[in-house]
């Protein structure tokens, strides 16, 4: 699901951290985002920045064999529709 991020008066990094995720860097020191929700590596949101937006999904598990990106993602699910939501709320405390 994309959350569109406006322009607004906190750094973006600092923003998703208020939202409470942790910076994730994968092998290729790309950055994404993670939040947590049982205190295990899974279940967990995961967000990545592109072009003024928040792409966001569930991983409900970790990928099945080496080298797969396939991770039993949700993208479109009530729970994604919520913690976007959530997240909006919080975007909007910080709007220009």
């Given at each position: 699901m994309q959350i569109k991020i406006p322009d607004i008066s906190i750094n973006i990094d600092k923003l998703i951290k208020r939202c409470g995720y942790a910076e994730l860097r994968n092998r290729k020191k790309e950055i994404s985002y993670v939040r947590r929700l049982r205190g295990y590596q899974y279940p967990r949101f995961h967000i990545y920045l592109e072009n003024g937006y928040a792409n966001?999904?569930?991983?409900?598990?970790?990928p099945c064999y080496q080298g797969s990106r396939a991770h039993s993602g949700e993208y479109d699910s009530e729970a994604v529709k919520e913690e976007s939501e959530r997240i909006k709320a919080i975007i909007s405390e910080y709007n220009n």
């Amino acid at each position: 699901m994309q959350i569109k991020i406006p322009d607004i008066s906190i750094n973006i990094d600092k923003l998703i951290k208020r939202c409470g995720y942790a910076e994730l860097r994968n092998r290729k020191k790309e950055i994404s985002y993670v939040r947590r929700l049982r205190g295990y590596q899974y279940p967990r949101f995961h967000i990545y920045l592109e072009n003024g937006y928040a792409n966001l999904h569930l991983d409900q598990k970790k990928p099945c064999y080496q080298g797969s990106r396939a991770h039993s993602g949700e993208y479109d699910s009530e729970a994604v529709k919520e913690e976007s939501e959530r997240i909006k709320a919080i975007i909007s405390e910080y709007n220009n």
